[in-house]
């Protein structure tokens, strides 16, 4: 890899004792590989794996193996992560005791939004938001992945979800950055570096925060991140939300062992992965609290466009397809029945009444076809799936991949809809006409490659 003479010096100028260590281990070294277990789905870690230091759900592994070919990937028990992103778990650990609004600006393709679900005190709530369009889908189908309740998906400028004045305790902004801290992993990311671009990143993270700050509560948390090495899109960004809007840092407590570097040049606390240092790719995050002897002015609730509890007939089985079903409010959005957990329902009114683009708000529970309810994949990967109320075929693992490739199957199983599952682990959904089972995969999450490996992956 060759790196920008510019680039070079930019490191030497900002680390000049160990800015050449930097440099090769860029230049030089392969990316670490790690993942991070869904604590809601899976209590199996990785035979043998190194721990994750800051995040007891992460592991190292030694090798990328192909997670596609995974089922137990698939089905989100667990989710591939860099090391050091998992850091805002220990954050969100350390500074969050109690249920919380939580958004994730930025949050695609979901690895934080993810963490967060995992690391949040539970009665939370979290908004994870994207707005790139594309982008934004793959966010929503990790999050369906993930299996929890208790993430909307939205797809927004930060400068609407502003207009939510004093409406969130949390929020993360992993923000646009120069991308420095991927350039072992990304060979774009070493292409389009330049000065002119870290002026560009910086110029438009100033413009995110300030557009998202009205949306943050009085003494509320911003944990603010980018994967780029410069302090002006790092510690200079921090100094100016301190200035700018009178925010104080917080400091999380952190193992000496772990080798994080603290900020640079800067009053402020700071966290510096570095990937000479820790096992990881590069990293900054800081944490700041927003004054408290501001006023309250939560936006006021208008009534909500398109939600509505009225159900069609052919929808009333769904109820029972959940656990705990009192706990959610059904509605049809579009032919289709989606549950919302009833605690979420007040922010969700808020969203839309908004005006925002909101792409998920609970558990799709099937689409409405003619007389029938077709269930839907976010049901079948849902904790909440109540499997008492449902036909399930366990397949061999040859079956589960053709099923993942948008493949027919032979099952031996009641006619209807039946869940596959390999090893009691979800796959998906058949129609089962008994000659044959017509698979319900949708087209846009189907495997592309042909292959199908003699054996799993072996993550788990």
């Given at each position: 890899m060759?790196?920008?003479?510019q680039?070079t010096?930019?490191i ?5 004792q160990?800015g050449?260590?930097l440099?090769d ?5 392969e ?11 899976c209590?199996?870690s ?7 230091p800051?995040?007891?759900?992460g592991?190292?592994?030694?090798n990328?193996p ?15 992560q860099?090391?050091?992103?998992m ?9 969050v005791?109690?249920p919380v609004?939580?958004?994730?600006l930025?949050a ?5 939004t ?5 690391a949040?005190p539970?009665?939370?709530l ?7 369009p594309n982008?934004a889908r793959?966010?929503?189908?990790n999050v369906?992945k ?8 939205t797809?927004?400028?930060?400068a609407?979800?502003?207009?939510l004045?004093?409406t ?5 902004a992993?923000?646009p950055?120069?991308g420095?801290?991927m ?15 870290v002026?560009?990143c910086?110029?438009?993270q ?11 509560k009085?003494g509320g ?15 200079e960004?921090?100094d100016w ?8 840092s917080v ?11 603290p900020?640079?040049?800067s009053?402020h606390t ?13 990293l900054?995050?800081?944490v700041?609290?927003k004054?408290d002897?501001q ?7 208008k009534k ?5 509890t ?8 769904a109820?029972?397809w959940l656990r705990?079903?009192?706990q959610?409010?059904?509605t ?14 007040p ?8 005006g ?11 689409s409405i076809?003619?007389?029938n309810?077709?269930p ?9 799936l ?13 079956t589960a ?5 948008g ?11 039946v869940?596959?599952t390999?090893?009691?682990?979800p ?6 006409l ?14 592309i490659?042909?292959?199908?490996p ?7």
């Open positions: 060759t790196l920008s003479p680039f010096q930019q030497m100028d900002l680390m000049p160990d050449q260590q440099i281990t860029i230049a030089q070294s990316p670490s590989i790690s993942i991070r277990l869904n604590d809601a789905k209590t199996t990785p035979a043998g794996a190194p721990q994750v800051w995040c007891p759900l592991f190292y592994l030694d990328r192909q997670f596609t070919f995974d089922t137990r990937f698939q089905a989100g028990l667990y989710y591939v860099d090391a050091s992103s850091f805002l778990w220990h954050v969100i650990k350390a500074l005791k109690q609004r939580y958004l994730d930025c695609a393709p979901g690895g934080k993810t963490a967060a679900l995992s949040l539970q009665g939370s979290v908004v994870a938001n994207e707005i790139v982008r793959t966010l929503r189908d369906i993930w299996g929890s309740h208790n993430c909307l998906v797809s927004n400028d930060p609407a979800l502003g207009r004045t004093h969130f305790d949390v929020i993360a992993d923000v950055c120069s420095e801290g350039m072992r992993k990304d060979d774009e990311a070493v292409a389009q570096w330049s000065p002119q671009l002026k560009q910086a110029a438009r100033r413009d995110i925060i300030a557009d998202v700050w009205p949306a943050l009085p948390l911003l944990i603010y991140s980018t994967c780029t090495y410069n302090r002006e899109e790092n510690e960004m921090i939300i301190a200035r700018e809007f009178g925010a104080r400091s999380v407590a952190i193992d000496e062992a772990w080798h994080i570097a900020a640079i040049a009053t700071a966290y510096r992965f570095l990937p000479h240092r820790t096992r990881g790719e590069g900054f995050m800081a700041l609290q004054p002897d006023p309250l002015s939560p936006f006021k609730n909500p466009k398109s939600l509505s009225k159900l069609p007939p052919s929808a009333t089985q109820r029972q705990q079903p009192e959610f409010m059904l049809d959005i579009e032919g289709n029945i989606v549950a919302t957990h009833t605690s979420a329902v922010l969700l009114e808020l969203l839309r009444a908004a925002l683009n909101v792409l998920l708000s609970g558990i799709t529970l099937g076809k003619g007389k309810l077709i839907d994949r976010a049901l079948a990967l849902s904790t909440y109540n499997y008492e109320a449902i036909n399930t075929a366990d397949v061999d693992y040859a991949i053709r099923y993942l490739q493949q027919s199957v032979n099952i031996e199983a009641p006619r209807g809809f869940l596959l390999h090893e009691s682990v796959v998906g959904w058949v129609h089962n008994g000659n044959r089972a017509n698979n319900l995969l949708p087209k846009a999450l189907r495997i490659n042909p292959h199908t003699s054996c799993p992956p072996q993550v788990l």
